[in-house]
């Protein structure tokens, strides 16, 4: 992750530490102001910029927001929609209107079962998490082949890296295709030799990932294969 | 509880029976993390007590009936395990494990912030695997190092500690035979940040002096086991100590 390798002491917090005063500056995520105090809400990294306070949590379950790229797996079928898993506390719904395909009244098991996966776009979420899908969109499909690999949602960012470079090297290094879903699961599909070799590389990152060292890692692994 | 007059309970030298003084504490340690199959956990060792607690969720509340529009709610179930005491336990749900649960539920609820996530809910299981007299504060305590593994916002970690009288001497943490022959038990649950109360329960009589004084006791006792529940957390995720 960026921030963590700048050099800068990181500071673990737990909830109800106190952070600092909270003159001049504002409560972020994972904070609130108290007594004219921050006090940490959540166990993470400690981060500051312009003025705003906030912890990066090192565990969170993932909370949708509208635009969120998923990779879904449907939990029910009824004949006019689809109810999808997405790593959440709430199911998903998928109005077959938002599919990619004319989908008649009673023919929805025909296109996506119970089991199934598929690429999907968060349409809306309300404040009471009932959430739409939409997989009307450009590479938003049914996941055919390949494999998903479930990964903690605060790890995402180092997966992916500063403008997706990590998960490009990894694409490189494995020549496999990835895609890094919001939702905390990676879509990987290759032969099966890349796919264990990239299976391998982001369960590095799920085992040491709060540890800072993953980069080392696709580093140490691109050397192997530049000397081979 | 009366206290019984024969049961000696304090030495001559004005020690406890088991060597500690009166504002003593018995060993603590906790380790946060202990499941892999948990969202977040921790085990937590008080003297002969051990506590296992599990964290699961926020996770869509079932049957719906419970599902509050505006916040979630905590789902608690302490249990004791039938190998904890001496005498076997039988398994399941019985008065006093109902009660725990409630009273955990409740001080729980008062720390996190559960407006966060409405219509969920977040899953506590408490197990008791050994227990010698404290195991609701033990159980609490436990439940606050798991839920902050499991990444739950909260205001503070909740402490859970008693207090009590044995021989009319406010004493600090009661085992086992305190527990059973002493005249007062005051167990609480603490957040050592704000000095606030979660939960208060008073078993027998104490005067408002004692009273104080076993709160001062509780919130000394509090700040030593704030600072190992902090230390087991930092312990699990602080860089290259893994």
Known sequence: ?228 | MGGYGDVKLLRDDGKRLDGRTVDEMRPVSIEAGVLPAADGSAMVTHGLNVAVAAVYGPMEAHPRKIQRQDRAVIDVRYNMAPFSTGDRIRPGFNRRSREISKVTAEALESVVLVERYPRSKIRVEIEILAAEAGTRCVGITAAAVALADAGIPMRDMIVGVASGKIEDTVVLDLDKAEDNYGQADLPVGILPNTGEIAFLQMDGDLSIEEFNLAMEYNFKAASEIHELMVDALKRRYERGDN
């Open chain 1, 1 to 228: 992750m960026s921030e963590g390798q700048s050099g800068a002491e990181q500071r673990l917090v737990t909830p109800g530490m106190v952070i600092g005063p909270s003159t001049g500056k504002h409560a972020g995520s994972g904070a609130i102001a108290q007594n004219e105090e921050f006090i940490a809400t959540r166990l993470g990294w400690l981060n500051e910029q312009n003025d705003v306070v906030s912890v990066r949590p090192i565990n969170s379950a993932y909370m949708p927001r509208s635009g969120d790229l998923i990779v879904g797996v449907v939990a029910e079928v009824r004949n006019n929609l689809w109810f999808f898993d997405v790593n959440g506390p709430f199911q998903a719904l998928l109005p077959m209107s938002l599919a990619p395909w004319k989908v008649e009244f009673g023919s929805t098991r025909q296109h996506l079962g119970i089991g199934d996966a598929a690429l999907a776009r968060v349409q809306e979420v309300d404040e009471a998490h009932n959430m739409v899908l939409t997989m009307k969109g450009i590479g938003l499909r049914r996941l055919n082949e390949g494999c998903v690999i479930p990964i903690p949602v605060n790890l995402i960012d180092t997966l992916r890296g500063e403008n997706n470079t990590m998960v490009s090297r990894i694409r490189d290094l494995t020549d496999c295709r990835i895609i890094v879903a919001d939702n905390g699961r990676v879509w990987v599909h290759g032969d099966a030799d890349n796919m264990f070799t990239a299976r391998g590389l982001i369960q590095t990152l799920v085992d040491e990932g709060h540890m800072n060292n993953f980069e080392d890692a696709v580093h140490a692994l691109e050397q192997q294969r530049g000397e081979n």
